[in-house]
């Protein structure tokens, strides 16, 4: 088995060793259906916007269109988050920083949906290294599935 499909039952992250209470995710079955039809009518909508977004991204960052994040998600598995490559060269680009602006770099995010590592509404996707900043809060987080938005969307990702 992979380092990456790999679930802990005591999630150990960072410092921070939290045993979540849940067996599965917060919503149930009722928002995973609801996360695989809202993340398929998405990809449907915007594939004109993903195909352009893929070829803008392919011409100007060196050949590369999706960056792969090492993320933290439900009960501590460790999952790759995926995004539009915005960056050459460790410098934005200039259609990075467009994407960036207007959080379309987030897009492929659908398809972490659609594979089950995220929902579309949920705590913002943290790494290991920023997981124990929210140790006071890790049994909560990691009791659902991060999300492509949720209230650090809305409210500033430094007030919640």
């Not at 149930?28 to 803008?56: E, Y």
């Not at 100007?60 to 539009?84: H, L």
């Not at 929210?134 to 049994?139: L, N, V, W």
Request: proline share 5%; aromatic share 6%; charged share 20%.
């Amino acid at each position: 088995m992979s380092e990456m499909a790999k679930t802990i039952s005591d999630a150990r992250v960072g410092r921070t060793t939290v045993t979540p209470a849940t067996v599965a995710p917060a919503g149930g079955a009722i928002k995973r259906l609801t996360d695989i039809v809202l993340a398929t009518v998405a990809i449907g909508l915007m594939l004109p916007l993903l195909v352009f977004c893929s070829v803008a991204t392919f011409l100007t960052s060196g050949g590369r269109i999706i960056a792969r994040q090492r993320r933290v998600g439900f009960r501590g598995r460790a999952f790759e988050c995926f995004g539009f490559e915005t960056s050459a060269e460790a410098r934005v680009t200039r259609m990075g920083s467009i994407l960036r602006k207007g959080g379309l770099d987030e897009l492929p995010q659908l398809f972490n949906v659609l594979r089950g590592d995220m929902s579309i509404v949920g705590p913002q996707p943290i790494s290991s290294d920023q997981f124990d900043q929210y140790a006071d809060q890790a049994a909560a987080y990691l009791s659902c599935k991060p999300g492509i938005t949720g209230p650090w969307r809305s409210h500033g990702k430094a007030s919640v």
